[in-house]
Nanobody, 120 residues
Framework: QVQLVESGGGLVQAGGSLRLSCAASGRTFSGYFMGWFRRAPGKQRELVATITSGGSTNYADSVKGRFTISRDNAKNTVYLQMNSLKPEDTAVYYC??????????????WGQGTQVTVSS
């Protein structure tokens, strides 16, 4: 069983930055593929970024060049650095583990989510 706890969400003005953190339980964290999804109001869940156990990353086109996913295996933590935030980035952001691809059903573990609100 893997537990994921997100933190770092909040309210920020357009153009600002936030860093989300996701602390994971489990002794085999370094072997997990990790990622972030988001759900904007009235929309379906959308893959934001993924990072493999080896550190390879992948991003949604909408966040490329603005967001960076990273991991610290010593701390069992994955991060999402979000820069140049836009109002359309407003969503609940979910940390995910043990999965692949952009379909939510392909990811086994989910955090509770953290709200990010970007004001114009």
């Amino acid at each position: 069983q893997v537990q994921l706890v997100e933190s770092g969400g909040g309210l920020v003005q357009a153009g600002g930055s936030l860093r989300l953190s996701c602390a994971a339980s489990g002794r085999t964290f370094s072997g997990y593929f990790m990622g972030w999804f988001r759900r904007a109001p009235g929309k379906q869940r959308e893959l934001v970024a993924t990072i493999t156990s080896g550190g390879s990353t992948n991003y949604a086109d909408s966040v490329k060049g603005r967001f960076t996913i990273s991991r610290d295996n010593a701390k069992n933590t994955v991060y999402l650095q979000m820069n140049s935030l836009k109002p359309e980035d407003t969503a609940v952001y979910y940390c995910v583990a043990q999965g692949y691809g952009s379909r939510p059903e392909n990811w086994r573990y989910w955090g509770q989510g953290t709200q990010v609100t970007v004001s114009s």
